[in-house]
């Protein structure tokens, strides 16, 4: 694949800023007695990386796309993934991260709470978000699993399906020169 390159610099920098939305934290707490978060930085941490693991899904999907466009539709690649679609993409897979997975820290945000305004984690946890909270959060649970769920069974079937499409095509391959191409490009 061409792009691969530009995929792979994406989904390096999707890493550094897993990083940097969650070590900064930690290294406080280290140095800190009291080992805890704000309950507005635990909200802002949890959408950021929420936002960041949606865009990484999203971005594998589309890279296994693009090597089932290389090695299945080679003749097609140059005009199904240009220099300007695989542009194009990069802020639609954010965009479309931010908007699936925001509804988990917006909905928790707004939950009652009946304790501190603080967690005793130095990253997030769904789970310790709605323990402090005063009512039952068994449909914040319920939803955020389904919608975690449902996200990243979508993405991972899109996965699934165009590498069993790339396998199948490796088979039918007959040249050892080709089929040693068609596994480097994997």
């Not at 917006?106 to 603080?118: A, D, V």
């Not at 009512?135 to 993405?155: I, P, R, Y």
């Not at 396998?167 to 080709?178: D, E, N, P, Y």
């Amino acid at each position: 694949p061409m792009y691969l390159l530009f995929f792979r610099n994406n989904l390096s920098f999707l890493d550094l800023c897993y990083t940097t939305s969650t070590v900064p934290q930690m290294l406080v707490n280290f140095r800190s007695a009291h080992k805890s978060i704000t309950w507005a930085g635990c909200i802002s941490q949890l959408y950021i990386f929420l936002s960041l693991a949606g865009t990484e899904c999203l971005l594998l999907a589309l890279m296994a796309y693009d090597r089932y466009v290389a090695i299945c539709q080679p003749l097609c690649y140059t005009a199904i993934m240009s220099r300007r679609s695989a542009c194009r993409w990069q802020p639609l897979y954010g965009c479309a991260a931010l908007a699936t997975l925001s509804c988990r820290p917006i909905l928790t945000m707004w939950l009652p709470r009946c304790s501190r305004n603080w967690v005793d984690h130095f990253f997030y946890e769904m789970l310790a978000l709605l323990k402090p909270a005063c009512v039952n959060t068994f449909a914040n649970e319920a939803q955020a699993f389904a919608v975690s769920g449902l996200f990243l069974m979508v993405l991972l079937g899109l996965i699934l399906v165009s590498y069993s499409y790339i396998f199948t095509a490796m088979l039918r391959i007959r040249s050892a020169q080709g089929e040693l191409k068609a596994f480097s490009t994997c």
